[in-house]
């Protein structure tokens, strides 16, 4: 409940909320002025909610807050709106993270609720998404396409203006003396679950690794509240060495023995000298105990204590998770796999492994992970790709000092490996853009025939005739220019045909002008119907159409006036200078010579979108197939005209162009993904800090 004393700033914080939300959707002249009243409705809305309850929400509502809306959808097409709207508050969570934070942090201390979850904020992207789904509701039965085709828009501005406008809260409400709350004191939920929550962004440092370390330190009694210090450091922290140099002298040369047998997977010899180390890794006989996949503290003989046993299991996690991994090849797990002795001494030397995103040790697992991508997961271990990485970690094994330097030859090798793998696909892909300049064409032949009968469109005809221009007609003017150009004969031709037509749909009030319609209708009509012959448009809709004109002439004869078209029900909703594009994607295949392209376009032109696409040239894509399976190609080639993007993947036989619309929205929906951006090194990090959260 919000006390009196805080009510007039709770209310003012609504209006300036609002107000400042509804200039930035007027700034982008996207939607109408009465959508930008439903959306400022629907957010207002939520706001009150969020402000006027006091249930204390569990951990399971704070992450499903993050990823799911409130909104509830039935049938196929709301069922696809829901998840684009899902997709987009994650979005806008992930982009205004800092200032959204920053809003929480107060709002916390203006509601008096320190249970309050960071995805229930008044102010929050769930809100506007809210009213956004108010404003769909609104608009009534608008086409899926246009609204998805909005939405993508809407988010641009939203990621865009949002940190501003929280920004601008933030300061609003620090000037009337609302102060932050300490996020120490923001009630947990669920206990220990809550604390290693994902969005918790201020609790969890964005190194998943970092957070891995931190979290397993905090497991070990007497060491949650100690400072940490590195492997090996002094100065009789908790978490400090427990062991003396001469021991970590012999449990490295140990090391070195089990990594030149074999990396633990072959027989070694029984410790000698009761030096005390390393005495669960090997049975009574001298043999190799359990053949882990991994070594851990507790193999080792290494106290949970120490520093070292930290490292070591820190980086156990790691290798788990790696080999966990479904989507990496065997090979690539067997390559990374003999170098956990390599990377562990690494570990116990320099701590900085775990808080360095750019150490070169990590850098060396990631480069490794995109040298291989879009290689088959049961690509042999013989394949050339393998064999350079098996001698790059051979050649960081030999290295007996360990030193980072061996780890920056190791990178650069790596790199000259991954440019020559891009620079190889470059050269094969270079064949197949003639065929991506074929497809241009065909846009230029859309972009003109769209020019030449928008005069038409702007008397606004009847709505049969105007879908026949705009779906019938189009496609005979787009075949006469890629044929003979628009200086043509037949293109002046089929623009008179059209003019003619509209000619005849015109009352006559006249007696002449009648006699003159009379006498040249069949002429009009046979080279109408010529026209329709020349595209194949299907005898019954020809028929109808022709119908169609019968009655607006016979109307015309009368001298009445042709009916009004029908508004768009989605006029309300669109802003009267957009122009929204809709159009299914449909796959094909184009030859060119002995090649053949495979071709993820749409029946009609549409326009790329206005914004740049999120990937470039060398990025790794893994998108859906026609099959429905994922597959992986490389950005070889984005045409500067049209955006297309060739991707190509011979190992897969991976030949494609995608038109920048369907792409653009399966990277922002995340049908798609850029995998050659992520680290595989972090990315196991989550995964293994995501296994430790719910245990």
């Excluded at 969890?204 to 979290?215: F, G």
């Excluded at 996690?317 to 991994?325: C, D, G, L, S, V």
């Excluded at 026609?626 to 005209?641: L, W």
């Amino acid at each position: 409940m919000v006390l009196a004393d805080s009510f007039h700033t709770l209310s003012d914080t609504r209006a300036l909320y609002l107000k400042h939300l509804g200039a930035l959707l007027r700034d982008a002249d996207l939607i109408s002025p009465p959508a930008i009243e439903s959306i400022q409705n629907g957010a207002a809305a939520y706001f009150d909610e969020m402000t006027s309850t006091n249930r204390r929400g569990t951990f399971a509502e704070e992450v499903d807050g993050l990823t799911s809306s409130r909104i509830t959808l039935v049938g196929e097409e709301d069922l696809e709106l829901g998840i684009r709207l899902d997709n987009m508050t994650a979005r806008l969570f992930e982009s205004t993270g800092g200032s959204l934070w920053k809003t929480h942090l107060r709002f916390v201390t203006l509601l008096r609720r320190p249970d309050l979850p960071k995805s229930a904020n008044p102010v929050g992207p769930k809100g506007v998404v809210e009213g956004l789904n108010a404003m769909f509701e609104a608009a009534g039965a608008v086409a899926i396409s246009k609204k998805l085709e909005l939405l993508d828009r809407i988010e641009a501005c939203l990621l865009e203006g949002l940190p501003a406008l929280y920004a601008e809260i933030n300061d609003f409400l620090d000037r009337n003396g609302i102060d932050a709350a300490q996020p120490a004191i923001i009630t947990a939920k669920e206990g220990a679950v809550a604390a290693t929550a994902p969005d918790a962004a201020p609790a969890i440092p964005e190194n998943a690794l970092l957070a891995l370390q931190q979290t397993l330190l905090a497991r070990v009694p007497g060491l949650a509240d100690a400072p940490a210090m590195p492997m090996g450091g002094s100065g009789g922290g908790a978490a400090s060495s427990l062991l003396n140099q001469a021991m970590l002298e012999r449990l490295v040369t140990r090391l070195d023995e089990l990594d030149r047998q074999g990396v633990l997977e072959q027989r070694f010899a029984s410790p000698k000298g009761g030096d005390g180390m390393i005495p669960a890794l090997f049975s009574s006989d001298g043999n190799f105990a359990s053949h882990p996949k991994v070594l851990k503290s507790a193999e080792l003989g290494i106290p949970t204590t120490a520093g070292e046993g930290l490292a070591i299991d820190t980086l156990a996690m790691i290798f788990e998770a790696i080999f966990a991994n479904p989507a990496l090849p065997d090979a690539l797990k067997s390559v990374i796999s003999s170098l956990q002795i390599t990377l562990l001494k690494v570990a116990m030397k320099d701590n900085s492994l775990f808080g360095n995103a750019q150490h070169p040790a990590r850098l060396v697992i990631d480069r490794m992970g995109q040298a291989v991508l879009g290689l088959p997961q049961d690509v042999s271990a013989r394949h050339p790709v393998f064999s350079r990485l098996a001698a790059i970690a051979t050649a960081l094994r030999a290295d007996p000092a360990g030193e980072l330097d061996a780890f920056e030859t190791a990178l650069q090798q790596l790199d000259a490996l991954i440019d020559e793998r891009g620079n190889a696909l470059a050269e094969a892909a270079k064949p197949y853009i003639p065929a991506i300049a074929l497809l241009e064409r065909d846009d230029e032949a859309a972009i003109r025939a769209g020019q030449a009968l928008e005069k038409f469109l702007e008397s606004r005809p009847p709505a049969s005739i105007r879908s026949f221009i705009e779906q019938s007609w189009s496609k005979l003017l787009q075949k006469v220019w890629l044929a003979n150009g628009e200086q043509s004969a037949e293109w002046q031709e089929a623009l008179s045909v059209i003019e003619d037509l509209l000619w005849t749909i015109q009352p006559k009030a006249d007696a002449d002008e009648r006699k003159t319609l009379a006498r040249r209708l069949p002429d009009i009509l046979k080279r109408l119907k010529d026209g329709m012959g020349r595209i194949g448009l299907a005898p019954d809709a020809e028929a109808a159409f022709l119908d169609e004109c019968f009655e607006l002439q016979t109307r015309a004869l009368r001298a009445m006036p042709a009916p009004a078209p029908v508004d768009d029900p989605g006029a309300a909703l669109f802003a009267g200078n957009v122009a929204v594009e809709a159009g299914t994607p449909l796959s094909g295949k184009l030859g060119l010579d002995e090649l053949t392209l495979d071709t993820l376009d749409f029946a009609e032109f549409r326009p790329p979108p206005s914004r740049p696409l999120a990937c470039k040239v060398g990025d790794w894509l893994e998108m859906p197939s026609a099959s429905g399976d994922k597959c992986i190609g490389r950005v070889c080639h984005i045409s500067p005209i049209s955006k297309r993007t060739l991707l190509l993947n011979p190992e897969c036989h991976l030949a494609l162009a995608v038109h920048p619309a369907i792409l653009d929205r399966q990277l922002r929906s995340g049908e798609a993904r850029v995998v050659s951006a992520v680290s595989l090194f972090e990315t196991a990090a989550s995964s293994a800090l995501h296994q430790t959260s719910v245990r």
